[in-house]
């Protein structure tokens, strides 16, 4: 069993950046691929960016050079490094953990792009 704990979410005016952290327990992190989805109001949640088990890295494309995840198994942690951010990219954000069968998410953290 994993549990995951998101954190850094906040307001920013656009353009701004955050850093959002997920941290694990219960297991190693780096037996796992990690993601982070984000759902915005009235839609699905989508995919935003993985980390590997292997540690290679994949993006949905409207965040390429945007976004970076990155992971520190000593830490059992996973961040997610957003800049230049849009209005678009309020939503929940949200950690997940998957293994095999084995699929973990965290509560979220709201991120949220006004002026």
């Known amino acids: 069993q994993v549990q995951l704990v998101e954190s850094g979410g906040d307001s920013v005016q656009p353009g701004g950046s955050l850093r959002l952290s997920c941290r694990a327990s219960g297991s190693l992190l780096r037996l796992y691929d990690m993601a982070w989805y984000r759902q915005a109001p009235g839609k699905q949640r989508e995919l935003v960016a993985v980390?590997?088990?292997?540690?290679?890295?994949n993006y949905a494309d409207s965040v390429k050079s945007r976004f970076t995840i990155a992971r520190d198994n000593a830490k059992n942690t996973v961040y997610l490094q957003m800049n230049s951010l849009k209005a678009e990219h309020t939503a929940v954000y949200f950690c997940?953990?998957?293994?095999?069968?084995?699929?973990?998410w965290g509560q979220g953290t709201q991120v949220t792009v006004s002026s």
């Open positions: 997940n953990a998957k293994q095999l069968s084995s699929d973990y």
């Open positions: 980390s590997t088990s292997g540690e290679n890295t």
